[in-house]
T-cell receptor
Framework: AQSVTQLGSHVSVSEGALVLLRCNYS??????LFWYVQYPNQGLQLLLK??????LVKGINGFEAEFKKSETSFHLTKPSAHMSDAAEYFC?????????FGTGTRLQVFP | KAGVTQTPRYLIKTRGQQVTLSCSPI?????VSWYQQTPGQGLQFLFE???????NKGNFPGRFSGRQFSNSRSEMNVSTLELGDSALYLC????????????FGPGTRLLVL
């Protein structure tokens, strides 16, 4: 079974600083990978998806992620954090018809 | 298009009761999946339905069941509720098959007292 590891359950950045949220997957073949964001008392919103078409994937709200097969990583970045980015972020891998999620990273943005 | 809708949004039940949650997928989406989210266990897959058939099931006891109707709407049922069933239950819909993007609803927050 596949697994997803998100390093750092909490990440704090200043407004305007670089955001880097880490995700590593366990699959031996390039999988479908996703980043979702969850705001308080809401469901999951898709940020971006990797489908092997391109290693650098651009998503909504200025986020992007780079697929690195050699490192089995799919880290999420944003050049400049905004207060509205404060939320919980989940990395997920598709295994058949099931999404396997990481444990999530809570992003705090300080003014 | 309207997104995935879930009803009710909040629910309070007592131990031993049963509960039914409803999910309406995005128009045209035929696959519906259910997930349970708790602080301790995170996001866990419950089951997935397509064309009224359960195609995949996660590692949950038989108290958790679901069904899908011909219009793709889905319901999940939890019988003999336990305190540990308190969670956010998320429904997601997708067009079809693995690899397709799943779009999530706002969830139903269930509290079992």
């Amino acid at each position: 079974a596949q697994s997803v590891t998100q390093l750092g359950s909490h990440v704090s950045v200043s407004e305007g600083a670089l955001v880097l949220l880490r995700c590593n997957y366990s699959s031996s073949v390039p999988p479908y990978l996703f980043w979702y964001v969850q705001y308080p008392n809401q469901g999951l919103q898709l940020l971006l998806k990797y489908t092997s078409a391109a290693t650098l994937v651009k998503g909504i709200n200025g986020f992007e992620a780079e697929f690195k097969k050699s490192e089995t990583s799919f880290h999420l970045t944003k050049p400049s954090a905004h207060m509205s980015d404060a939320a919980e972020y989940f990395c997920a891998v598709s295994e058949g018809r099931e999404l396997i999620f990481g444990t999530g990273t809570r992003l705090q943005v300080f003014p | 298009k309207a997104g995935v809708t879930q009803t009710p949004r909040y629910l309070i039940k007592t131990r031993g009761q049963q509960v039914t949650l409803s999910c309406s997928p995005i128009s045209g989406h035929r696959s519906v999946s259910w997930y349970q989210q708790t602080p301790g266990q995170g996001l866990q897959f419950l089951f997935e339905y397509f064309s009224e058939t359960q195609r995949n099931k996660g590692n949950f006891p038989g108290r958790f069941s679901g069904r899908q109707f011909s219009n793709s709407r889905s319901e999940m049922n939890v019988s003999t509720l336990e305190l540990g069933d308190s969670a956010l239950y998320l429904c997601a819909s997708s067009l079809e098959d693995g690899g397709e993007t799943q779009y999530f609803g706002p969830g139903t927050r269930l509290l079992v007292l």
